[in-house]
């Protein structure tokens, strides 16, 4: 008894510590970061996206996709667009990333010509931040003020993208101490943000579990509603190609909108990590799956809430950084200069001298 109450308390001071870190970090984040340094960022960030959707209609999940990723290992630094390097070990190739998360060359395009325009200024951590939203945006989802001001980690850390990252197989009780290890709300944060599957796609291989030989029953999932299962066994046979894609939301594929919440009432949630959101008996996340699915707007609210909360997870107190020239490799010794810690506070000029599926 002792034991487990020292365990609470271990993980509530330690959900504490980071609350108030984050608390510290979003003040120093603000929509105007860039409007003396870079005013157009927004705007050269938003043409690219639309023109890489034009030819890939997945774009914008998959860039939603890694800022949350990429917040949910040692906060939004960009350090999951680091490739491998004689000192770095890529979170590229962690278990929850690795021939999984996509747009790298989309992310690139971004910082060249967000470069061009003001060279050293803006970081890849924001790129991502201002990508994600305009991605929800461009699908036909909400729109808000992206705080701004993060700067990029000079390494990565695969192990703890590999603990951190959420499977597609977790329960309910696993995301929310998942959600609650980054200081997340484990209630509106878990499903708020779980909503950002109404678009995109996954792979057989993240759910195909559920189909044939669910939990080592020898029977499929029995939350999945029968004709879905059917509808899925023809496009993910059993022992068929893993990697075969098919939409997150069945009905309205590549719109953001509450459609994933009414999928969910109908018990055809495509991840095991959605479908539990309604279908754990006396969870509190059902009461809001049920009202995002009745009310839209409020999902989109929720939404944004729980993005700019995400957004806002701060980096280890102390953690030298920068801002990269180019997203996949730290600066040279050169530009040594313009490395600092997590402690300093931004300024607009900052940089002037120097988080299951396959969306």
Request: with cysteine.
């Amino acid at each position: 008894m002792a034991s487990l109450f020292l365990n609470k308390f271990v993980v509530s001071s330690l959900v504490a510590m980071l609350l108030f870190a984050g608390a510290s970090y979003a003040q120093q984040l603000t929509p105007t970061f860039y409007d003396s340094t870079c005013p157009n960022v927004i705007g050269i960030v938003r043409t690219v996206l639309q023109n890489a959707a034009m030819a890939d209609p997945r774009i914008g999940a998959s860039l939603n996709r890694l800022h949350f990723h990429d917040c949910f290992v040692n906060g939004c630094d960009g350090s999951l667009l680091l490739d491998n390097s004689a000192t770095i070990l890529s979170e590229k190739q962690a278990l929850g990333n690795n021939n999984s998360v996509r747009g790298f060359d989309v992310v690139d395009q971004m910082k060249t010509q967000v470069e061009a325009a003001c060279p050293g200024v803006v970081s890849c951590a924001d790129i991502l931040a201002i990508a994600s939203e305009e991605s929800v945006v461009l699908a036909g989802g909400p729109s808000w003020a992206v705080p701004l001001g993060r700067r990029d980690s000079l390494t990565a850390n695969r192990s703890l993208a590999d603990d951190q990252l959420p499977p597609p197989f977790f329960t309910v009780d696993e995301l929310k101490a998942n959600f609650a290890t980054v200081g997340l709300n484990t209630t509106e944060d878990l499903v708020a943000l779980s909503g950002a599957h109404t678009f995109g796609r996954a792979r057989c291989v993240g759910f195909v579990g559920r189909l044939y030989n669910f939990n080592s029953t020898g029977g499929p999932d029995p939350t999945i509603n029968a004709t879905f299962l059917e509808t899925l066994r023809q496009i993910c046979p059993q022992n068929g190609n893993g990697s075969v894609l098919t939409n997150l939301d069945r009905t309205t594929a590549d719109a953001f909108d509450s459609n994933y919440f009414t999928n969910l009432q109908t018990r055809e949630g495509l991840l095991q990590t959605d479908q539990e959101l309604i279908s754990t008996p006396g969870s509190d996340t059902i009461e809001l799956v049920n009202r995002f699915a009745a009310n839209q707007t409020a999902f989109f609210q929720s939404f944004v809430n729980s993005m700019i909360r995400m957004g806002n997870i701060p980096p280890p107190p102390g953690s030298p950084s920068e801002i990269r020239r180019n997203c996949r490799v730290v600066n040279s010794a050169s530009v040594a200069d313009t490395i600092v810690t997590t402690t300093t506070t931004p300024t607009g000029s900052v940089g002037t001298d120097g988080f299951a599926s396959d969306m």
